[in-house]
């Protein structure tokens, strides 16, 4: 939310050893966000671990 570019720096291989497997998933969320501006806000999220898949929601709202 704060920081993309710093997550940029990171290889997939960093993310699957981070989240697993589907880890590098975070790749789609840092192209979401390189599309919003820097005043983007973060109003909602929401992560549920329902067996062995989690699922996470992350809503963004940019400024008016």
Do not use: C
């Not at 960093?14 to 806000?41: F, H, N």
Request: aromatic content about 8%; hydrophobic content about 45%; overall charge negative.
């Amino acid at each position: 939310e704060r920081d993309p570019g710093t997550l940029t720096k990171m290889t997939h291989a960093d993310y699957i050893r981070l989240g697993g497997t589907e880890g590098a998933e975070e790749v789609m969320w840092l192209a979401m966000r390189g599309a919003l501006s820097e005043k983007t806000k973060k109003i909602h999220q929401n992560f549920y671990l329902p067996m062995t898949a989690a699922m996470a929601v992350a809503l963004f709202a940019e400024p008016a």
